[in-house]
């Protein structure tokens, strides 16, 4: 493979080669670790060294996945906490790159908006959950809400800031051959604001999920945030455990899925 191409030096080689037997060293090191803690929590749990009945077992979790999946329950739970974390998703990372746009496009503005933004964010969004109860209903609605609220504010003050920090002196030479600020925004922006666009949706995804499940925990008849408290009302903890677990490796495959997507842009770029 790296006969093809005469330009490149050896040294760069087994740079690049080097470089590949890291990364495979650090997968193979987190898998271990992942292996290791389920196995030192199934050993711990047999031989009682701690309570299953309060901490569960990987092998009671599994029981659990089963029993629920055998009558369709857990899907129904899971899709209706995937759905209503990706709908929140989408709306926050959209409305939180249109104003953050919004706010760079005016200084008006973004002088106006900055200390309600910074009280927002400073507020803990559990407190409206209540209000988006009253105003909204029962139902998803106020979950989505949740969900939005917490993420949402975040994802504005990260971007606006990111986009600031571009350098200065790209703009002013765009603005020297007469660039409008609007080609100054597409050419220049956006462009160089990529990476921050990224880090902000990763954040904006862990929020996401943080957002619904609270929602889930005030209003909800069904979703993992219902499985988790009405585990704990009837004391079944493999319930709670297992739901836990289960969202853990949903938004590691939603992450997994999002650094995909950088990668795919940044090579693109």
């Given amino acids: 493979m790296y006969e093809v191409s005469q330009n490149i030096s050896k040294e760069h080689i087994e740079f690049l080669k080097k470089v590949k037997r890291k990364n495979l060293a650090i997968k193979i090191t987190q898998l271990s670790i992942l292996i290791a803690f389920f196995a030192l929590w199934e050993i711990a749990g047999r031989l009682k060294l701690i309570d299953p009945f309060l901490f569960s077992q990987p092998s009671r979790m599994i029981k659990t996945i089963i029993n629920l999946s055998e009558d369709g329950s857990l899907f129904t739970h899971i899709w209706v906490t995937l759905s209503e974390t990706l709908v929140g998703f989408a709306l926050g990372t959209f409305s ?147 739901s836990v677990l289960i969202l853990s490796i949903l938004a590691a495959l939603m992450y997994v899925l999002l650094v995909y997507i950088e990668k795919k842009i940044i090579k693109w770029q």
């Fill in 96 to 242: 939180g790159i249109v104003i953050a746009v919004l706010l760079w496009w005016s200084n008006f503005a973004s002088k106006v908006a900055e200390p309600y933004l910074i009280v927002l964010n400073s507020l803990p969004k559990i407190a409206l959950g209540p209000i988006f109860i009253v105003w909204m209903g029962n139902g998803e609605a106020p979950i989505i809400t949740m969900g939005l609220a917490i993420s949402l504010i975040v994802t504005i003050i990260s971007l606006e800031t990111g986009f600031k920090q571009v350098d200065e002196d790209k703009i002013k030479l765009l603005k020297t051959f007469g660039a409008t600020k609007f080609q100054i925004l597409t050419k220049c922006i956006l462009p160089a604001s990529i990476p921050t666009i990224m880090s902000a949706i990763k954040i904006n995804m862990g929020l996401s999920w943080v957002g619904v499940i609270t929602g889930e925990f005030l209003v909800s008849k069904a979703g993992l945030g219902y499985l988790i408290v009405y585990g704990g009302q009837v004391f079944k903890l493999d319930i709670v455990m297992t």
